[in-house]
């Protein structure tokens, strides 16, 4: 008898019952670990978009603290659903762990809480708070488009070609922007050389796919770090291949750069980018007045610049001068459009910051491999241009500043900036430049993107909320340049 007791089923199972919970403990806590990492991961990045850092006290080196938000901002969808996931895991854990919470149901108050745990309720939390905070940030951004119809009539749909609308972005932003393919590239191809030297001055073209018409009209792009690095080509040719497979032509301009010259020695190169184009309109089926010009950062400066003056004899070398040089239009990512010193907000650096400003700065160096300018009393653009500080050279800086050439032959303009960008917003002049714009009657359509930094476009722009829908609004943009309407101040 006592051997079928002990060979009873009910007696084997207790070990068997023993075994199984310690198993459905463990995977429980390897679900919760999971959820965990996935839920705080989300949280921790997601937050990112709430801190800020200002050129005004850091310096040019700011920007390195910036690029962790700016990855961020462009995997912001993404973010949203690793939280859910984690918030799933958690949620996957409570469920393991009801027989827990039966069990410390029994318990009083305090006790119940310690045998409940708070592990997988935080998992839960942590993710759905993550999960809201990147959706809401990806929903704002993508909403954030520009009033074309303030600028460019209420009727404005109607005046971009027909033939241009199908390779336009249908929305603001998707999932994953596929790569325009066919686009036609020539590199390196010399465009001027600089009077006097044997300095050749290079650009790449990019020209529609074959089978697709020309739209007429040509994009000269100037690239952007703070005049004194980078160069054409780089994270923005997914862009340049999605405009070339509109039927448009890019020219990606590479200029001279500080030390070898200064701002006003810039502006001619962009003159000679303008001037060549124009003479070699017919090869590539450009019209020689649908061109735009457009640019970031630095390059958005001297874009601007070079569209509001284009025969200002300080911007203008000699051997432009009587040359055709106006645009049709100009786009501005993250321009800086008032360097004049009532245009500027003071900042006085503390010893500390100026410390903090010399290392990142000297990160930023070895990262851009080129030597950026400083000035050690941390007023770090007064001898970015021309050699001097504004109150030195009043006039000089005033001149410097596109918001002061605004007038009615000024071209339509389309700009770009983030709430929080590094650089641009400590001046609040890109706001200001549109108002002006407005005031002289001048089709302007300003696109701010909230908690959004410097260089939004040049990470991940295929995945990224903020560099898709501000193709979406250089596509129609560029489409109304296009066309054959004409806008003229009020």
Do not use: C
């Amino acid at each position: 008898m006592s051997s079928s007791i002990l060979e009873s089923p009910m007696l084997e199972s207790a070990p068997a019952r023993t075994a199984a919970s310690k198993a459905d403990r463990r995977l429980a806590r390897a679900v919760k670990i999971v959820g965990g990492v996935l839920s705080f991961s989300a949280l921790a990045l997601g937050s990112a978009q709430f801190y800020r850092v200002s050129g005004a006290t850091l310096g040019p080196g700011a920007f390195m603290l910036s690029i962790p938000k700016i990855l961020v901002g462009s995997l912001a969808p993404f973010l949203a659903v690793t939280g859910m996931m984690g918030s799933a895991f958690g949620l996957a854990a409570l469920w393991m762990e009801r027989g827990k919470a039966r069990e410390a149901a029994k318990r009083p108050g305090p006790a119940r809480l310690r045998a409940l745990g708070v592990g997988a309720p935080l998992v839960v939390l942590a993710g759905l708070t993550a999960a809201a905070m990147s959706t809401v940030y990806t929903r704002q951004v993508v909403a954030a488009g520009g009033n074309f119809a303030a600028a460019f009539g209420a009727n404005w749909q109607e005046q971009i070609p027909p033939e241009l609308k199908s390779g336009m972005l249908a929305q603001r932003w998707t999932w994953k922007l596929a790569a325009a393919p066919g686009a036609h590239v020539e590199r390196d191809l010399v465009f001027a050389t600089v009077p006097g030297s044997e300095r050749d001055l290079l650009a790449d073209i990019w020209s529609p796919p074959d089978g697709v018409a020309p739209s007429g009209l040509g994009f000269i792009y100037l690239h952007g770090g703070g005049y004194s690095a980078f160069d054409k080509g780089g994270p923005t040719e997914f862009w340049f291949r999605h405009l070339a497979a509109q039927g448009h032509v890019v020219m990606d301009v590479s200029y001279r750069l500080i030390p070898e010259t200064n701002v006003p020695g810039m502006q001619g190169d962009v003159k000679r980018a303008i001037a060549w184009l124009k003479r070699n309109a017919g090869r590539y089926g450009v019209h020689p007045d649908r061109i735009v010009l457009g640019g970031g950062s630095a390059g958005s400066h001297l874009a601007l610049l070079a569209a509001y003056a284009p025969h200002h004899p300080l911007f203008t070398p000699e051997d432009m001068r009587g040359m055709d040089l106006s645009v049709r239009g100009v786009i501005g990512y993250y321009n800086a459009g008032d360097y004049r010193r009532e245009g500027k907000v003071v900042v006085k650096p503390t010893a500390l910051e100026r410390t903090v400003a010399g290392l990142l700065t000297k990160f930023l160096e070895r990262w851009s491999a080129a030597e950026i300018a400083v000035d050690s009393t941390g007023d770090w653009d007064s001898h970015l241009f021309l050699g001097g500080r504004p109150d030195e050279w009043p006039e000089v800086y005033r001149q410097v500043s596109p918001i002061v050439h605004v007038g009615p032959d000024t071209p339509p303009t389309l700009q770009f900036v983030g709430e929080h960008d590094v650089y641009v917003s400590r001046i609040g002049s890109v706001p200001a430049l549109h108002r002006k714009l407005q005031e002289a009657g001048i089709p302007s359509v300003y696109v701010e993107f909230p908690r959004t930094d410097h260089a939004f476009d040049l990470f991940f722009p295929e995945i990224s909320p903020a560099a898709q829908a501000a193709m979406y609004d250089v596509d129609r943009f560029l489409a109304l340049m296009a066309s054959q309407v004409e806008w003229t101040s009020e």
